[in-house]
């Protein structure tokens, strides 16, 4: 071993699903079956290239405002980054800050852990009951902060807000991030309690319920401390992390409130008859309030059908990690790509 490797900060990295280049069905990483809204193209097609030699607006400023006026906060309660990932990793690297261990689910997304990890934050992950449900009480007892997926992550499980809010209420000597990747496929959104809580920290992202995981756009509201706290640390870090063009399709989503909301009821209705689709098949699905399903088949493997659904071009994810071994998490597709699903698994289980 070289002299410098001991001076070389190692991580072991998030490991994202797949992104295969052929055509697949490709229900493996959560993201929109649907394009995003039309006004996004439009305004991609229109784009001033000869602007692209400015840097962009570090305050990332019509954006900010945009999601300022759809969710009725100020635009200085709203941060955004490239992707909640960076949101988020942003504000590990902010808020948890102590000596005392962040807590967050053992089953979760699982870079969590990789952040904790990269800043040296000591953490502890608090189990989940036996019905894959969070347990508030875990996460009444001193700590360096929290953060927890609602809906949860692969799980799909959505906690009602009087259970998200007992936790943001008994923790408010540190700060609670609550990440809503999937909200708009559940219920009620911790934003209600942004005004309540000067701790509570609400991350959202435009990869699911907005179609554009490919542009890499998240955000955060909060109070204008938190807000500006995360401003510092950008700015400390990359001025410039949203680019033009993603900061314009950002603003055109955004204001087409309409097809957001149509996909998602689009959504909905096909993940709750896939739902029954899969117990016809004999599975057994966690109930999903997200825009995936988490199942296993008690006479089935699940690697061994992750592996030949994958063989037939049909993409689902699996982790194969304790006390999920048995678990698929099945992405909501189109009608179509489900249908696929279905009939693949049919013959599956004839043989
Ligand atoms: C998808 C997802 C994110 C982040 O997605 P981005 O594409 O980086 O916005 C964050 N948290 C959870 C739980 C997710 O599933």
Redesign the pocket.
Known sequence: MKAFEKNIRKVEPYVPGEQPQNKVIKLNT?ENPYPPAPGVAKVLRELDTDRFRLYPDPTCAPLTEALADFYHVNPDQVFVGV????V?SMCFLTFFNSEKPVLFPDIT?S?YKVWAELYRIPYECQKLDEGFRVVKEDYFKENGGVIF?NPN?PTAIYEELHVVEDIIRANQDVIVIV?E??VDFAGRSALELIDKYDNLIV?Q????ARSM?GM???YAISNPTLIKYLNDAKYSFNSYTMNQAALACGVEAVKDKAYFEEGIRKIIQTREWAKEELSQLGFCCLDSSANFIFAMHPEYDAKEMFEALKKNGIYVRYWGSERIEQYMRITIGTREEMVALFAFLREYMKR
């Open positions: 959560n992707g909640s990932d960076d988020l997304y870079f997926p992550a990440d990747a999937y991350v992202t435009f990869s699911k995981a890499r756009i998240g």
